[in-house]
Nanobody, 128 residues
Framework: QVRLVESGGGLVQAGGSLRLSCTAS????????MGWLRQAPGKEREGVSC????????YYADSVKGRFTISRDNAKNTLYLQMDSLKPEDTAMYYC?????????????????????WGQGTQVTVSS
């Protein structure tokens, strides 16, 4: 059984930092592209960042470029998202997703389907 478990969310003031983690089990982690999506109430789901299996291909949404950094530790089956200079508009539920196809990050985390695995999400709230 595949499980993705996110952690690290919370309440932070604008300008602060958080580090999200996503630990995977039940899959061969180092063969999956891994991404982060977020969704705020009343807004469309947004692909935030993505990293392919070997860390070569990356994607960042324009809204987070220069502030967020994605990384992975394949030995620990864990994906990270370091979020710095947080803004109130970053407030959302953040989800990690695992995709088995090598071009997933090129889709800007938009091609989501039955082959993907999702976590339950972790809430990030940034106060002004």
């Amino acid at each position: 059984q595949v499980r993705l478990v996110e952690s690290g969310g919370g309440l932070v003031q604008a300008g602060g930092s958080l580090r999200l983690s996503c630990t995977a089990s039940g899959l061969t982690f180092d063969t999956y592209a891994m991404g982060w999506l977020r969704q705020a109430p009343g807004k469309e789901r947004e692909g935030v960042s993505c990293l392919n299996w070997n860390g070569v291909t990356t994607y960042y949404a324009d809204s987070v470029k220069g502030r967020f950094t994605i990384s992975r530790d394949n030995a620990k089956n864990t994906l990270y998202l370091q979020m710095d200079s947080l803004k109130p508009e970053d407030t959302a539920m953040y989800y990690c997703v695992a995709d088995p196809f090598p071009d997933f990050c090129l889709t800007r985390v938009q091609r989501l389907g039955p082959d993907d695995y999702w976590g339950q999400g972790t809430q990030v709230t940034v106060s002004s």
